[in-house]
């Protein structure tokens, strides 16, 4: 199986900081590597497909980027609507899995 | 614009079967570029892909299930189903229905989610 982690688990920041996530694969799985967004009793929403496409309707503040085993999900400048689990999903061997999520709240 | 919407026993006893129902509106389950998978969410914890299904008929589950998982399809209704067998405490999630969208011949991403059903199992 394919891991996925995720850091930090969970972080603080303020409204308007720059906020990066990171998503490290256990292996090389090309940019075959997606974002989603949950919002408490909701459902996951998709941000960002094959590594650093921006999903339609989707704020231009987020953003991913990466290839083969390290990846990196960004928020350019945060908002209080931001706040979130952010979750990376790999689909590289038509298994998929999940990283273990990225808890994002305001300082 | 494609909804879909999980329904079933919000309650099942242990070792029985969980069976759930995703009702797809607004577009076909028969469109030949997506599948249709099922994912779950313990309470508090992370997302755990369950299987995915074809139009055609065609799986494939997570091996961490153990062959337990049996997913389904009903093109004339619109719908696919989940039964999960001989089930355990550890298996009280919110349970999610999501299209697979297809990017060649590859399932690829999920978009859009059902709003999740929670299924507790306990006698």
């Known amino acids: 199986d394919i891991q996925l982690t995720q850091s930090p688990s969970s972080l603080s920041a303020s409204v308007g900081d720059r906020v990066t996530i990171t998503c490290q694969a256990s292996?090389?799985?090309?940019?075959?590597l997606n974002w989603y967004q949950q919002k408490p009793g909701k459902a996951p929403k998709l941000l960002i497909y094959?590594?650093?496409n921006l999903q339609s309707g989707v704020p231009s503040r987020f953003s991913g980027s990466g290839s083969g085993t390290d990846f990196t999900f960004t928020i350019s400048s945060l908002q209080p609507e931001d706040i979130a689990t952010y979750y990376c999903?790999?689909?590289?061997?038509?298994?998929?899995?999940f990283g273990q999520g990225t808890r994002l709240d305001i300082k | 614009q494609v909804r879909l919407q999980e329904s079933g026993p919000g309650l099942v006893k242990p070792s029985q079967t969980l069976s759930l129902t995703c009702t797809v509106s607004?577009?076909?389950?028969?469109?030949?570029?997506?599948?249709w998978s099922w994912i779950r969410q313990p309470a508090g914890k992370g997302l755990e892909w369950i299987g995915r299904?074809?139009?055609?008929?065609?799986?494939k589950y997570n091996p961490s299930l153990k062959s337990r998982a049996t997913i389904s399809i009903d093109t004339s209704k619109n719908q696919f189903s989940l039964k999960l067998t001989s089930v355990t405490a550890a298996d009280t999630a919110i349970y999610f229905c999501?299209?697979?969208?297809?990017?060649?011949?590859?399932?690829?991403?999920?978009?859009?989610w059902g709003q999740g059903t929670r299924v507790t199992v306990s006698s």
């Open positions: 299904i074809y139009t055609s008929g065609s799986t």
């Open positions: 999501a299209r697979d969208v297809l990017v060649t011949t590859v399932p690829s991403w999920f978009d859009p």
């Open positions: 292996q090389d799985i090309s940019d075959y």
């Open positions: 607004g577009g076909s389950i028969s469109s030949t570029n997506y599948y």
């Open positions: 094959d590594a650093s």
């Open positions: 999903q790999q689909y590289d061997n038509l298994l998929v899995t």
